[in-house]
């Protein structure tokens, strides 16, 4: 079986790339890419029982993994004309990724014909890097604010629903504190008759012994 031709960037590769994406197009891919790479916080056991009382929003973080396939379909699609699946897997950023498409770009730079296209090429792709990295800061910033995430906590609690749903969950809470106080107090009474008992049975050995 023929092993498969590793990805090489050529010089007429780079004369054919693009070296600007309009700055409409850089936000609408920043936009999309922040939707899709941020993804909820694996919750814990306390917020699922306080869920039960009260749903308060998600915690939102970046998954790093999917940010990297979106950036490099969109390199090598866009910049470097290459034609890539859409759905662009793991496996297929490792065929790209491991004979470094960065460096070789980086290698013809001493070329005086096609030097000035990796320049604008390179400069263009941080622009848009640095685009998408303020776009998923600021959305996952807003998701996460503390203040936003207790007013929008405040306005659920607020429906009668989850005051019903509160309201129950406090009367059961002082129901069993009650039951456990109730419980504490008949365990002081039988350990009073305990130690009256035994009160009693040491002071009728005394009586005893002093009669005989």
């Known amino acids: 079986m023929a092993q498969k031709k590793k990805f090489e960037i050529t010089e007429e590769l780079i004369k054919g790339a693009a070296t600007y994406i ?8 920043a936009e999309a890419v922040a939707e899709s790479v941020l993804e909820p916080v694996e919750i ?3 917020k699922i029982q306080s869920d039960e009382v009260i749903t308060l929003p998600q915690l939102w973080e970046e998954n790093p993994q999917k940010k990297q396939l979106f950036l490099m379909q969109l390199f ?4 470097l004309r290459v034609e890539v699946p859409d759905n662009f897997s793991t496996r297929d950023y490792d065929e790209y990724a491991k004979v470094h498409p960065m460096n070789q770009l980086e290698r013809f730079k001493g070329n005086t014909e096609v030097k000035h296209i990796i320049f604008d090429l390179l400069a263009d792709y941080k622009e848009l890097k640095k685009l998408l990295d303020i776009k998923i800061f600021n959305l996952k910033a807003t998701r996460n604010d503390a203040l936003e995430r207790f007013l929008a906590g405040v306005n659920l609690l607020s429906t009668p629903d989850n005051l019903k749903a509160l ?5 059961q809470a ?4 009650q ?3 109730a419980d504490i107090a008949k365990l002081q009474v039988a350990a009073g008759k305990l130690e009256t008992q035994a009160s009693n049975a040491e002071t009728k050995k005394f009586v005893s012994e002093k009669k005989s």
Do not use: C, I, V
């Open 22 to 29: 309009p700055l409409e197009d850089k936000m609408a891919f």
């Open 44 to 46: 814990s056991a306390q």
């Open 76 to 79: 090598l699609r866009h910049y």
């Open 167 to 171: 309201t129950s969950s406090l009367k």
């Open 174 to 177: 002082t129901e069993q504190l």
């Open 179 to 181: 039951q456990r106080g």
